[in-house]
């Protein structure tokens, strides 16, 4: 049975590209389509992934349009009947927007853009991007964002420790989770937060830009596979 | 931008179109004065020029038109006659100059399409936007003949920002570049920077987009069919930029501040939709031709489509789109805002042409039609107010003969200043020259720029001489630079030059690709004057040499001239952009060092030429001499070597030689290597015979250091042998330490904290950015 994927194009979308190449090329057998913003019914893919860009020119706060638009309630839909959402740097904005994960995303504490490589560290709970990663295994990749600083109240950070949603974090390229390798000044260097079922993720880095050798060194590739193993349900 | 609230805007704005009606009749009846050609930057002899292409006075409208299109910035009126000295044909030459970009061939039907543009003046008003609108109008470029924007490049210089000015500018354009660049998702991977005195008050903003395009698919702009519709399309049209075609024909009289109606205003998010309507518009059969609006707008982009066909048109104003109340038809006309396009398609696609576009939100008007018989009638409620003939505004623009002459005393052998007594210490003055605005790390640049969006980034900025980028579905891959040297070319126009298109053939050959053409954007001061109207000519001259030796014909490019406020003057700047090809992606290599226990050698020959380099300025605070010079058969044995080594996968590394000589090379292999290593370089061919900071700092150019296998020694000496270039092992790569001679022993973390201080993986540190100024 092969696994069907969308990959949402909001206006102002610009990571659709090679995220649905890094989806077709490492799952050789997944159909993976764009789906416009307009569409209101989801029911027929088993994940969907939110990509990034500035999605209506993020003009107002990131990804708060696109929260509105036609296809935000046919995803809050899907993700409450267990469907796999993931949503990359614009994406993880949109998720939050949603109300599907929370905390926020607030400019980055340099106030600058960055675009660099990072190093990341899965832990928490199984998750539809991490389930497949090696816990205490360093992935190498690529950020790119201005507002990617992860925020929310001392309680519910607190929650999402003790529950294990924290699934990613940013560490440096011993596995060192340090402020110095914190891209943006994320609270307890987070880059990658779940819901409870851990079917929604919202993850800053970008796996689809290091998803073979010729641009990296392929780390993203796993985050892929894990998409498809949890929706397989072989996930522990 | 939504349709509801254009049309709010134009139901708004035709209740005002009665009071300009009647306001315009008053103004047809006006007498056209000397005083008004002078503020329209006409000459007296080009006003009797137009008096007698007409065959009477012109309507305001019609001087309007006649002064964008007869500006530099439009026709090129000082500079046409010499560019037409640069070799623009090859085999591989789809589009040469004349287009939107030029298109070169990359073999299995598919085109690289590329242009460089300048964006100066309007970035020294407003360094935010004017950097901003300068990447959307070159993307505009490319998109237009139909190819997909896939890298951004671009040349800055500035003031050292000690200075307030230059460091605002400094900023603000970085901010500019990044705040489109990355929106508009297109990534921005590589290109230089730079820093001298002569760019305070002129700051070089040139940027270079580059696209692809399956090669049978190009689009034109062109205006073919009598009877078939005339449609604006993407965004209304505002009173910004009015003549800023011609603002940037002129010097600029202080800071720039009265000037802020002519720079235009960019939105990325517009740009975006745009981008991808236009490129599905080009893939359907309807389509005639499309043009940018960029200067001098719907003026330039009628006019030139129109003499490509040899047709007219016809355009009716008050059907334009506007965002402001109250505009005037010559206002229309001239406006430069931002995200417009003119399309012509075939009579009957209308409304398939206006889904396209009204499903994106965007505007799609229809505001005229192609016309027999070669002239363009402007109409403003069915009254006509001006009707031209389109040859004469397109190709009849004059030809301005400049009087040239090199500056008083230059003599092109002079000799540099003697060097310093005693020389100074090798390793402290390579510390100061690693720190340096011109030589220390621009991550804290490029880091601010997506440089890795689409994913298809290969080499990225700072790990290479030249940014790679893969080719979906293929083999191959493309690289591209952008490069200049301001201070070389200004000590000797020709033969700096000659040298720039040298180094960035040899940025190219470095990555393993060949050199396949250039596009050309040349930024000079007040033509006006002999010796800058010299360094033009000469400059132009060292171009068409260069070009000609490393075969890499011209097929675009930019002329900016007026880049001078009050006393100061840019140096000369011809910026030459080049794209390459890789045969095969994955044997590129960067100028990073890769394995312990490699051999390094030097390619090429050491001259220990100091002048115009960047420790002549260190220890003589200005340079002198009549720079490196050029040899261009040295300079295409060594790029053919570098791309031979790469089919046979010989090199790890290659890194070429430019500013701050060889040993500043050595330096950046190591500090481009991602694990601190080093080398032990215990010979230096010509060391014992030229002065060893001669040796080491001298900038001529044929050079390069590679690192590679010990093993393929052999077979790497035998193919330089073959070529004609000299081969010279220096030593071995090691871990952590730089050891050169006897004269330099360092960490490489030492010479990583004065060249990268960086406060945590994602805080860069510039000196001059002490306050966080972005936004």
Not at chain 1, 135 to 161: N, Q, S, T
Not at chain 1, 175 to 202: C, H, K, T, Y
Not at chain 2, 301 to 323: H, I, K, N, Y
Request: charged content about 25%; hydrophobic content about 40%; overall charge negative.
């Amino acid at each position: 049975m092969s696994l069907s994927v969308g990959v949402v194009r909001f206006p102002g979308t610009n990571c659709e590209t090679e995220t649905v190449r890094a989806l077709g090329s490492t799952l050789a057998d997944a159909r993976v389509e764009l789906l416009d913003h307009r569409r209101g019914d989801l029911a027929d893919l088993d994940a969907v992934v939110l990509p990034g860009g500035f999605s209506y020119g993020d003009y107002l706060r990131a990804g708060a349009i696109a929260a509105r638009a036609p296809i935000g309630a046919a995803v809050r839909r899907f993700a409450a009947a267990g469907g796999v959402v993931v949503g990359i740097c614009n994406g993880f904005q949109q998720l939050q927007e949603l109300g599907l994960l929370p905390g926020a995303l607030i400019r980055n504490r340099t106030l600058r853009f960055f675009c660099g490589d990072v190093h990341l560290r899965p832990e928490g709970r199984p998750s539809a991007v991490t389930c497949e990663l090696d816990r205490g295994a360093v992935y190498r990749i690529p950020v790119a964002h201005g507002e990617g600083c992860f925020w929310a109240e001392d309680e519910d950070l607190k929650r999402l420790e003790d529950r294990g949603q924290i699934v990613l974090r940013y560490c440096d390229a011993q596995g060192v989770v340090d402020d110095g390798a914190n891209p943006n000044g994320s609270l307890g260097q987070v880059a990658g937060v779940a819901n409870e079922g851990g079917n929604v993720v919202g993850m800053m880095p970008h796996p689809e830009r290091n998803a073979d050798r010729l641009t990296g060194n392929g780390d993203g590739r796993v985050f892929f596979r894990s998409l498809a193993a949890f929706c397989a349900g072989g996930a522990r | 931008m939504t349709t509801t609230a254009t049309n709010s805007c134009e139901a708004r704005s035709k209740r005002f179109d009665s009071a300009i009606v009647n306001r315009l009749r008053s103004l047809a009846e006006v007498e056209i004065s000397p005083e008004m050609v002078r503020a329209h930057g006409l000459d007296e002899g080009e006003f009797r020029d137009i008096v007698a292409i007409l065959g009477r006075q012109p309507t305001l409208v019609e001087l309007s038109i006649f002064s964008v299109m007869w500006s530099e910035h439009c026709c090129y009126k000082s500079s046409r006659a010499l560019l037409r000295n640069l070799p623009t044909t090859g085999p591989r030459i789809l589009q040469g100059p004349g287009e939107n970009a030029g298109a070169v061939d990359l073999g299995d039907n598919l085109a690289v399409v590329f242009k460089v543009e300048s964006h100066n003046h309007p970035s020294f008003v407003m360094p935010y936007h004017g950097a901003a609108t300068g990447v959307g109008g070159i993307l505009r470029d490319i998109f237009t003949l139909g190819a997909r924007p896939i890298a951004v490049l671009d040349a800055l210089r500035f003031g050292p920002t000690a200075d307030e000015i230059s460091r605002t500018t400094f900023l603000g354009v970085v901010d500019g570049i990044a705040g489109y660049g990355n929106c508009i998702g297109v990534p921005t991977v590589g290109g230089e920077l730079h820093f001298d005195p002569s760019f305070a008050r002129n700051p070089i903003i040139n940027v270079m987009a580059v696209g692809v395009i399956e090669a049978d698919a190009l689009v034109f702009g062109r205006a073919d069919g009598p009877g078939n519709p005339v449609f604006i399309l993407g965004a209304t049209t505002g009173r910004d930029g009015i003549h800023g075609a011609t603002f940037a024909s002129d010097v600029m009289a202080g800071d720039g501040g009265e000037s802020r109606p002519q720079v235009q205003i960019g939105d990325p998010f517009v740009g975006k939709e745009m981008m991808e309507a236009v490129l599905e518009l080009t893939r359907t059969d309807y389509l005639v031709g499309i043009q940018d609006m960029g200067a001098a707008g719907l003026t330039c982009s009628s006019v030139e489509m129109s003499a490509r066909s040899g047709t007219g048109m016809v355009l009716e104003l008050e059907r334009v789109p506007v965002r402001e109340e109250g505009m005037m038809p010559h206002e229309i006309m001239l406006s430069e805002s931002q995200e417009r396009m003119l399309a012509v398609v075939e009579a009957g696609s209308e409304d398939r042409l206006r889904e396209l576009f009204a499903g994106r939100g965007l505007v799609c008007e229809q505001v005229g039609e192609v016309r027999d018989g070669g002239r363009l009638e402007v109409r403003w409620h069915g009254r006509t107010v001006a009707d031209l003939p389109v040859g004469p505004l397109a190709d009849g623009a004059p030809i301005v003969a400049r009087a040239s002459a090199p500056p008083a005393g230059w003599r092109g052998d002079a000799e540099p200043g003697p060097l310093p007594e005693p020389m100074p210490g090798v390793e402290e003055t390579l510390l100061r020259l690693l720190a340096s605005e011109s030589l220390r790390s621009r991550a804290y640049v490029f880091s601010q720029y997506d440089h890795t969006v689409r994913g298809s980034t290969v080499l990225r900025p700072g790990a290479a001489d030249a940014a790679v980028l893969r080719l979906a579905g293929r083999e191959d891959a493309i690289a591209a630079t952008l490069d200049g040297n301001s201070r070389h070319v200004a000590l000797h126009p020709r033969a700096g030059a000659a040298g720039t298109v040298a180094e960035a053939a040899r940025n190219l050959a470095c990555v393993g690709a060949r050199p396949l053409a250039v596009t050309d954007g040349l930024n000079f001061a007040d033509p006006g004057r002999p010796e800058v109207f010299w360094q033009f000519a000469e400059s132009v001259t060292g171009l068409a040499e260069g070009c000609r030796a490393l075969g890499t014909p011209v097929v675009s490019g930019n002329v900016s001239f007026y880049n001078e406020t009050g006393e100061l003057r840019v140096d000369p700047t011809p910026t030459v952009g080049m794209v390459g090809q890789l045969e095969r992606a994955d044997e590129v290599r960067g100028m990073g060092l890769r394995t312990a226990g490699d051999a390094v050698a030097l390619l090429g020959t050491n001259r220990g030429r100091v002048s115009g380099s960047e420790y002549q300025l260190l220890v003589d605070g200005r340079p002198s001499g009549s720079g490196p010079g050029v040899d261009l058969e040295a300079e295409r044995a060594l790029i053919e070597l570098l791309v031979r080594t790469a089919g046979e996968r010989l090199l790890r590394s290659a890194h070429d030689v430019s500013q701050g000589g060889l040993l500043v090379a050595l330096a950046e292999c190591c500090l481009a290597s991602g694990d601190d290593l080093g080398v032990e370089v215990d010979e230096v061919p010509g060391h014992g015979e030229l002065r060893a900071d001669a040796l080491l700092f001298g900038e001529e150019g044929a050079r390069a250091v590679v690192s590679h296998d010990p093993q393929v020694g052999g077979r790497l000496r035998e193919l330089a042998t073959e070529l004609g270039v000299p081969f010279h092992p220096l030593g071995r790569v090691v871990p952590g330490r730089f050891r050169v001679l006897d004269l330099v022993d360092l960490s490489i973390q030492e010479m990583r904290d004065v060249w990268c201080p960086r406060a945590g993986v994602a805080d860069f540190l510039w000196p001059a950015d002490d306050g966080r100024a972005g936004g």
